[in-house]
């Protein structure tokens, strides 16, 4: 019989375990050198179009890193999707939003999400984190959860249900309402009011882009 005595993580480091005692009997009292195990870092990808990030979606990333050590915010490129900011632009400013924080790394991706996972899942993220605000998203989210299932049995789907005040919030409700003039102070981040109010002077903001 034996057991090991864990001292410290260094997390994202190292497990240190310090010494296995073993008391066998026959053998005595055995006291094994200090030895060092992998970290094994828990990582989650966070796929949404972010056009443009909302206070909801940073709430879902921040509230994430209590469960993973870090989140991954995949950034779709859609062409049929029409666009206010480039995907340059949206990755960007989430960039911005989570600069002094490197457990938050942003990526652009095109194509299916299955594979975006696959490429990235040497760094250890098989776990797909998606929101979900009312019984009105969950069908389609749903439908996706089981293809990606199907396309690859070992991607998981993590919901998680949005802070209440921002369940009635999406990047099209936030578009339409600064293009009609109301106020989305504590509704996006710093960053993405200041390029909203570009956009409008540029006159690119419109209902229903």
């Not at 009292?29 to 972010?50: S, T």
């Not at 095109?110 to 594979?115: F, K, P, R």
């Not at 993590?158 to 003039?181: I, R």
Request: net charge positive.
């Amino acid at each position: 019989m034996g057991f090991l005595e864990p001292t410290k993580i260094c997390k994202p480091g190292v497990f240190l375990l310090t010494k296995a005692v073993f008391s066998d009997k026959n053998m005595g009292n055995l006291v094994e050198p200090e030895r060092i195990v992998p970290w094994m870092e828990k990582i989650a990808v966070y796929p949404g179009f972010f056009d443009p990030i909302t206070n909801g979606h940073v709430d879902i990333i921040l509230r994430g890193l209590r469960l993973f050590d870090k989140i991954l915010v995949a950034v779709l490129k859609n062409p049929k999707k029409e666009a206010l900011f480039s995907t340059k632009d949206r990755v960007a400013m989430i960039q911005e939003i989570f600069i002094r924080q490197p457990d938050i790394e942003v990526k652009a991706f095109d194509g299916l999400l299955v594979e975006f996972v696959r490429f990235v899942r040497r760094h250890k993220a098989k776990i797909v984190i998606r929101g979900l605000r009312a019984v009105s998203d969950f069908e389609y989210e749903l439908q996706m959860a089981l293809m990606n299932r199907q396309l690859d049995p070992e991607i998981e789907t993590l919901y998680m249900m949005p802070s209440v005040h921002y369940s009635f919030l999406n990047s099209g409700v936030v578009k339409e309402v600064f293009s009609l003039g109301g106020s989305v102070t504590g509704l996006v981040p710093e960053i993405v009011e200041k390029k909203l109010r570009e956009k409008l002077k540029q006159g690119r903001l419109s209902v229903g882009k």
